[in-house]
């Protein structure tokens, strides 16, 4: 039978030295971890974004564009989710952007997510429960953007079009997302997605959330991570 060999008495434990300091571990661990990461990431983004739609009082604007398009066409809106992501990972193309592969990723998992999540998630009974629900949710996205961007895998496709057309055109990020947000937002709406008091919860608190998740969450920063 194969025994782990003892640690000596007194000796620190693996990953932490003799003063209780971090040291390095291997590489493969880090991997493995950034894996995990992005994967439970895109999974708990997907939950979120359907919670905060089950909440029914507005979502930030691609979801509002994907529930158009799934109203109009019938189809769910985790696969359309999925759809709309491939078509915007092709205007990566002219952008000259190159995806990652957690940018791949995102594109499956998280419409996936949201498809499989929307018929086992509680609705709302009252205006306060979907008060309760929508700030979850926002939490919920929050912390798992924080998750899949601190894996480093590369970014969603939403996010490198944005990128892509402030670094092609030299407009300011800002800009650029603006643009490309309140445009989906429109057609989204005139196609019948919810646009409502959630869409503005989820534009202010979204990047607050995301930031302070990412600050713990970032594996750049992991005390663990092999030193250069």
Do not use: C, K
Request: hydrophobic share 50%; charged share 10%.
């Amino acid at each position: 039978m194969f025994h782990l060999p003892r640690r000596a008495a007194g000796a620190a434990p693996a990953g932490v030295n003799a003063a209780g300091q971090a040291t390095p571990v291997p590489s493969a661990w880090m991997q493995g971890r950034r894996v995990t990461q992005l994967l439970v990431g895109l999974v708990l983004y997907g939950i979120g974004v359907g919670v905060v739609l089950v909440a029914g009082l507005g979502v930030d604007p691609w979801t509002v564009l994907a529930q158009g398009l799934s109203i109009r066409t019938g189809i769910g809106i985790g696969w359309i989710t999925n759809i709309l992501g491939l078509v915007v990972l092709a205007l990566w193309i002219p952008l000259r952007q190159r995806p990652g592969v957690g940018t791949v990723a995102n594109i499956f998992v998280v419409g996936t997510a949201l498809q499989l999540a929307l018929p086992l998630i509680p609705r709302p009974q009252s205006l306060l429960e979907s008060g309760a629900m929508l700030v979850s949710g926002v939490l919920i996205v929050g912390i798992a953007g924080g998750l899949y961007i601190g894996a480093r895998f590369g970014p969603g496709p939403r996010d490198g079009l944005m990128t892509g057309i402030s670094a092609r055109w030299g407009w300011p990020l800002w800009t650029a997302r603006t643009l490309v947000e309140v445009t989906v937002l429109i057609i989204g709406w005139t196609l019948g997605g919810t646009v409502g008091v959630g869409t503005l919860v989820y534009a202010a608190a979204i990047g607050p959330v995301s930031h302070a998740a990412l600050r713990v969450l970032d594996t750049r920063r992991s005390p663990f991570r092999r030193q250069a």
